[in-house]
């Protein structure tokens, strides 16, 4: 899919045949239009009218038609704000994104946000924002399934109807690796980090990866420095998972972690640059644990499942 500007002719009118493209997907659209109330007649909607109302859209500082097509077809539109008339109000919006009706529920409108979504992360912005109607569930579901959250109710700003504001954050990819060390009795080595999204949890030594640094370079690397630990190697792959949280310095991040396995001494971490290690990175301590112990665990874990992961590595049985 690609995702293009509306193309507009020298006196910003729209070409006659993306025009036409335009009406049969504003006239495709019965339902809504007949929620919105944007048109006088959803069931004769016409070129000059889906004209009008672009220009419009477009009129408005830091406003850009978004046109989405799929092997040439034009298969949806989005229309965007880069800032908000309300100067209290930080976040890029959508004003409107809508798909072919003939192919909805195969995957294009999730498509679409998310491109939307990489085009302002792009752009150094951190949240993203929009507006669905109270009379408009299908659109409510649709959004809050991609992790966007109601923020506010309040009445839109063209036609005073009842919205629910919602928001999400603009999540940057991060890449990261840890090392799972585990005792001559299968303890693994776990520390506890308090994070401003997620809160308390435990996790294996790791982090962030440096720009070209492989996963195990990476995962050594964290090791050492949230450790002290010099003599160990990576072993094998335990997993890869993914999940959000809040780095420090980072904000918002969906990171896509490396995991692996290793087996060492059971001794607690030294080294003179420990504890402003774990300062910066708010270790609050450190643990070995069981795997009756991780099972019972009542603490958050990275990830949730480590216990039976651990467990099927090995063919660990016990206590």
Same mark, same amino acid.
């Given at each position: ?16 045949p ?5 009406t049969?997907l504003?006239?495709?659209n019965?339902?809504f ?6 048109f006088?007649?959803p ?9 009008? &109302? ?5 009129? *408005? !500082?830091?406003?850009? #038609?978004? @046109?989405? +097509?799929?092997?040439?077809?034009l $298969? %949806?539109?989005?229309i ?6 309300d ?14 009706t ?7 409108g ?11 992360r ?28 109601v923020?506010?109710?309040?009445d839109d ?5 009842p919205?629910?504001v ?8 991060r890449? &990261? ?5 585990? *005792? !001559?009795?299968?303890? #693994?080595? @776990?520390? +506890?980090?308090?994070?401003?999204? $997620? %809160?308390?949890?435990?996790?294996m030594p790791?982090?962030?990866?440096d720009p ?12 050492r420095?949230?450790?002290g630990?010099t003599?160990?190697?990576a072993?094998p792959?335990?997993?890869t998972?993914e ?7 980072a ?11 290793t087996?060492g ?7 003179p640059h ?30 949730p499942?480590?216990?039976?992961r651990?467990?099927?590595?090995d063919g660990?049985?016990?206590?």
């Amino acid at each position: 899919m690609i995702l293009a500007p509306v193309p507009l002719t020298p006196d910003r009118d729209i070409p006659a045949p993306v025009l036409t493209e335009l009406t049969a997907l504003y006239a495709a659209n019965r339902e809504f239009h007949a929620l919105s109330g944007e048109f006088p007649d959803p069931d004769d909607v016409r070129p000059e009218q889906v004209a009008a &109302a672009l220009a419009d859209d477009l009129a *408005d !500082p830091g406003a850009e #038609v978004l @046109l989405a +097509r799929s092997e040439g077809r034009l $298969v %949806g539109i989005v229309i965007t704000l880069a800032h908000h008339p309300d100067p209290a109000d930080p976040d890029p919006w959508i004003g409107l994104l809508m798909v072919d009706t003939g192919l909805q529920r195969q995957g294009y409108g999730r498509r679409l946000a998310s491109l939307v979504e990489d085009r302002f992360r792009a752009a150094g912005r951190s949240a993203l924002r929009l507006a669905v109607l109270d009379t408009n569930p299908k659109g409510l579901a649709f959004w809050t399934a991609l992790g966007y959250e109601v923020i506010d109710h309040r009445d839109d700003r063209d036609l005073g109807r009842p919205c629910a504001v919602l928001r999400k954050p603009l999540r940057t990819p991060r890449r &990261a690796a840890r090392v799972a060390v585990l *005792d !001559p009795e299968g303890a #693994v080595f @776990l520390l +506890r980090y308090d994070n401003v999204e $997620v %809160g308390i949890h435990w996790a294996m030594p790791g982090g962030g990866l440096d720009p070209d640094e492989s996963p195990v370079e990476g995962a050594l690397r964290e090791l050492r420095e949230e450790t002290g630990w010099t003599d160990l190697t990576a072993g094998p792959l335990l997993c890869t998972w993914e999940h959000d949280f809040t780095h420090a310095s980072a904000g918002p991040v969906h990171q896509h972690e490396h995991i692996y396995v290793t087996h060492g001494p059971r001794r607690e971490p030294t080294g003179p640059h420990l504890a402003a290690v774990h300062a910066e990175d708010l270790i609050l301590t450190w643990r070995w644990w069981t795997r009756k112990d991780l099972r019972e665990a009542s603490e958050a874990m990275w990830p949730p499942d480590l216990a039976r992961r651990l467990d099927a590595f090995d063919g660990f049985d016990g206590d």
